[in-house]
């Protein structure tokens, strides 16, 4: 006997040998070398398609099969019979919504029993998916609550909003691409075919990035070698654009035309024309620690393990503009003027572009895994390990408030007019409540460090305060590596790493080319071998 399970399975065009996409409207799911779609509607007849591997029809002739549906008073088990190219029952009338069915198949003397969650009434894209944002439980965040929440079954893998704010995309491993309207936060369709999705769980793709264009009526997706270009607000597949690596970041330019990605592993940006081709090559000759692109892909930051920040506007004729940071790059947001950079030890730094100088620097805390610029450039948000999102002044690095915590890793942002998107790595979508006017504090804000001739200048903070801080910094380098022998070994999901890019970013840098361990050296150790902050040190030592 054969055994699956599918829940909204429909998937995108297949990895080569396999295609998985519904024909029908319905969702697939397999079992050995069986498709089997199934379809519900809502005056209750139920249709089921069998297709071989190649997903060539399959005669009926000596089929036998039936199908039970899981409903609120009770299961309800139906003979199915071949009509025309499939096999279909009547049973009472559905709702509107998921409705988990076992299909039963007996053919050539052998069983196959399949476990789906099918549409009825709804987007095929929604099947077994979250539909409407509800208020969380009261006490549940320590910090200020989400107006509402959705739970997915997977990580929310990337989120974004059209320019309105009145469309919000959110990603969810294994589960496709989701749309959601806003303000009044309910799913009101999906990408088809979902990109990502599939029946079989080693043909699972995660999803990378998300793109929407300029008006709002494309929406691109990088999943691993391909970049897929949906219509909104149908969803329907209009491009796919394959590619060598994976894709990193990824935004649209001004006229939407063109695409600019990038790969973090040969640290090179592209400019990609949306109908095929590719067009122009920059970036620099080390693999990325991190890669953003302002909104209206005008200008381009890519970060290495080195620390230095090289910034292109774009098109790239001209040479890139180097910002001096120190510490590596976890992940960076860019508006028009500043690009932002949230280093290894949790602190985040606002850099002015025209200066190329720090404006502002927070204290390390908990290590930041995202961030996002509203699109006026007023307010930056940053998602942390712990699950909470800190909303800082992006011209003063002043702490506006902090949101929710508690949770798992934030994985994703995105500022959709008033509303403030935050989705983490168990799968929980927050949606809060910040509109353009909100500027109340909710916690002491921090001091940012200000340029001053000669050095970068000290923030003044408590003794709890750094003891937390180097508290903070000690836990993260214990999960950062965990050694086995000889050789170093990256521990994913103590590190809270999101995907196998990042992963594979760190393998890299421990390793180096001869396999051997490579680790960042000590304070006086990286300022010997940094000749200008060595000259620094030395010029504020003579001044002492």
């Not at 429909?10 to 996409?21: K, W």
């Not at 496709?176 to 309207?181: C, E």
């Not at 309910?186 to 999803?207: F, N």
């Not at 939407?256 to 081709?277: E, H, K, M």
Request: charged share 25%.
């Amino acid at each position: 006997m054969l055994v699956a399970i599918c829940v909204g399975c429909g998937a995108p065009g297949a990895p080569q040998m396999h295609d998985h996409r519904p024909r029908h409207g319905g969702v697939v799911t397999m079992a050995g070398d069986l498709h089997v779609e199934a379809v519900a509607q809502l005056d209750g007849r139920i249709r089921v398609y069998l297709t071989d591997l190649r997903r060539s029809p399959i005669a009926l002739d000596g089929v036998t099969a039936s199908a039970t549906l899981a409903l609120p008073d009770g299961r309800v088990a139906l003979p199915l019979a071949p009509v025309a190219d499939a096999l279909e029952a009547r049973g009472p009338e559905l709702r509107a919504g998921d409705v988990p069915l076992r299909v039963n198949v007996r053919r050539d003397g052998r069983d196959a029993v399949v476990h789906l969650v099918v549409p009825v009434g709804i987007p095929s894209g929604l099947a077994g998916l979250p539909r409407a944002c509800n208020p969380p439980a009261e006490g549940e965040y320590p910090g200020t609550a989400p107006r509402c929440t959705a739970q997915f079954p997977r990580m929310i893998r990337a989120l974004v909003a059209t320019p309105d704010g009145g469309t919000l995309l959110v990603a969810a491993f294994g589960a496709g691409v989701t749309v959601w309207q806003l303000p009044a936060a309910t799913a009101v369709g999906a990408l088809d075919p979902a990109p990502g999705s599939d029946p079989e769980p080693h043909h699972v793709r995660p999803i990378d990035a998300l793109a929407i264009r300029g008006d709002g009526r494309e929406v691109a997706v990088a999943v691993p070698n391909e970049i897929l270009v949906h219509a909104l607000p149908d969803g329907r597949l209009v491009q796919t654009l394959a590619r060598d690596d994976p894709v990193g970041a990824l935004a649209y330019t001004m006229d939407g035309s063109r695409l600019v990605t990038s790969a973090l592993f040969d640290g090179a940006a592209q400019i990609v024309r949306v109908n095929g081709g590719d067009e122009h090559r920059f970036g620099i000759d080390r693999p990325l620690s991190a890669v953003a692109f302002a909104a209206n892909g005008g200008a381009a930051a890519l970060a290495s393990e080195l620390g230095p920040i090289s910034v292109f506007r774009i098109p790239a004729d001209a040479p890139a503009r180097a910002l001096p940071a120190i510490r590596p790059a976890e992940t960076l947001a860019m508006d028009g003027e500043h690009v932002f950079q949230a280093a290894d030890d949790g602190s985040v730094t606002g850099w002015s572009l025209a200066a190329g100088a720090v404006v502002w620097r927070t204290p390390p805390a908990a290590r930041i895994l995202r961030l996002a610029v509203e699109p006026s450039g007023r307010r930056l948000a940053a998602g942390d390990e712990d699950g909470a999102v800190r909303v800082y002044d992006a011209r003063t690095g002043r702490l506006v408030r902090t949101l929710g915590g508690r949770t798992s890793p934030v994985q994703a942002l995105a500022w959709a007019g008033g509303v403030l998107a935050a989705g983490d790595a168990g799968g929980r979508l927050a949606l809060w409540d910040v509109g353009p006017d909100t500027e109340t504090i909710d916690s002491a804000p921090r001091e940012g460090v200000r340029p001053r001739p000669g050095g970068h200048g000290k923030s003044r903070r408590s003794h709890a305060e750094s003891s937390r801080s180097s508290d903070d910094r000690r836990r993260a380098g214990a999960r950062r590596m965990v050694r086995t022998g000889r050789r170093p070994v990256v521990d994913a999901e103590a590190e809270g790493l999101s995907d196998v890019r990042h992963a594979e970013r760190l393998r890299r840098v421990l390793h180096g080319q001869s396999g051997e361990l490579r680790r960042r050296p000590p304070v006086r150790e990286s300022l010997r071998s940094r000749p200008l902050a060595l000259l620094r040190r030395r010029a504020r030592l003579h001044d002492a």
